[in-house]
């Protein structure tokens, strides 16, 4: 379907804003026994991939990207990130960022944890292997592939981590209201494009003028295709 769609963002740009919710029926977060190290991470741990506001239906984690707008002459901008281990979680669980970025491994618990970057549709060959015990400094890589990675703990099987790597600036991630909000976007016809790590992939044309102001919300659900 199609989404028209403009917002002044200063000169020739327009910025998009909205807010994705969930359409189905949200589900109580499955409970993870945990085998080893509970006495840090716990017994159990919340399996927490629908991260759904009560009061909004807004969806947390939602990679939303605008496809197609024409390269501009500026260098890419790094996104640097953070992705911690904290209390046998990654966190942030879902994170998004530009090719050629730095990311930093860091290990807040008194345990050991072994975090293995992956690419999603392709888990062989490893991309990245950071071993860390407790109280080490923090690990550096730089990000340079595309794609949808996955993180995860090889001695703790129940973290997981997305990481979403993009060669364009137009790109956020959905907050813990289902929010998202893109700047100095130029005028044009492209494709709005939303990655969530169990719906898959959802796409829709978009339209942005030059002027006025549209609120935009979208809704997903579970579709029988497989995840992407």
Same mark, same amino acid.
């Given at each position: 379907?199609?989404?028209?769609?403009?917002? *002044?963002?200063?000169?020739?740009?327009?910025?998009?804003? !909205?807010?994705?919710?969930?359409?189905?029926?949200?589900?109580? =977060?499955?409970?993870?026994?945990?085998?080893?190290?509970?006495?840090?991470?716990?017994?159990?741990?919340?399996?927490?991939?629908?991260?759904?506001?009560?009061?909004?239906?807004?969806?947390?984690?939602? @990679?939303?990207?605008?496809?197609?707008? =024409?390269? *501009?002459?500026?260098?890419?901008?790094?996104?640097?990130?953070?992705?911690?281990?904290?209390?046998?979680?990654?966190?942030?669980? @879902?994170?998004?960022?530009?090719?050629?970025?730095?990311?930093?491994?860091?290990? *807040?618990?008194?345990?050991?944890?072994?975090?293995?970057?992956?690419?999603?549709?392709?888990?062989? =060959?490893?991309?990245?292997?950071?071993?860390?015990?407790?109280?080490?400094?923090?690990?550096?890589?730089?990000?340079?592939?595309?794609?949808?990675?996955?993180?995860?703990?090889?001695?703790?099987?129940?973290?997981?981590?997305?990481?979403?790597?993009?060669?364009?600036?137009?790109?956020?991630?959905?907050? !813990?209201?289902?929010?998202?909000?893109?700047?100095?976007?130029?005028? !044009?016809?492209?494709?709005?494009?939303?990655?969530?790590?169990?719906?898959?992939?959802?796409?829709?044309?978009?339209?942005?003028?030059?002027?006025?102001?549209?609120?935009?919300?979208?809704?997903?659900?579970?579709?029988?295709?497989?995840?992407?």
């Amino acid at each position: 379907s199609a989404v028209s769609l403009a917002a *002044s963002d200063g000169e020739g740009t327009s910025s998009v804003r !909205g807010r994705v919710i969930y359409a189905g029926q949200a589900t109580q =977060p499955q409970l993870v026994t945990v085998h080893r190290d509970s006495k840090t991470c716990g017994e159990s741990l919340l399996w927490e991939t629908f991260e759904v506001d009560p009061a909004t239906r807004g969806l947390e984690g939602v @990679v939303v990207s605008v496809e197609g707008v =024409p390269p *501009s002459s500026d260098r890419l901008v790094a996104r640097d990130i953070v992705l911690e281990s904290s209390h046998c979680r990654f966190l942030p669980r @879902v994170s998004a960022t530009t090719i050629g970025s730095t990311i930093t491994f860091r290990n *807040s618990d008194p345990i050991l944890h072994n975090s293995q970057l992956l690419q999603r549709d392709n888990l062989l =060959p490893i991309r990245m292997n950071v071993l860390q015990p407790s109280k080490v400094p923090d690990a550096d890589k730089v990000l340079n592939e595309l794609g949808v990675f996955e993180v995860r703990c090889n001695i703790h099987p129940f973290m997981h981590a997305s990481i979403v790597v993009f060669d364009h600036p137009y790109f956020t991630v959905t907050d !813990g209201t289902g929010e998202f909000q893109l700047q100095n976007i130029p005028a !044009g016809i492209y494709k709005l494009r939303l990655w969530h790590e169990n719906l898959g992939v959802t796409e829709k044309i978009l339209t942005i003028g030059e002027d006025g102001a549209t609120d935009l919300t979208i809704e997903l659900k579970k579709s029988e295709t497989p995840r992407n």
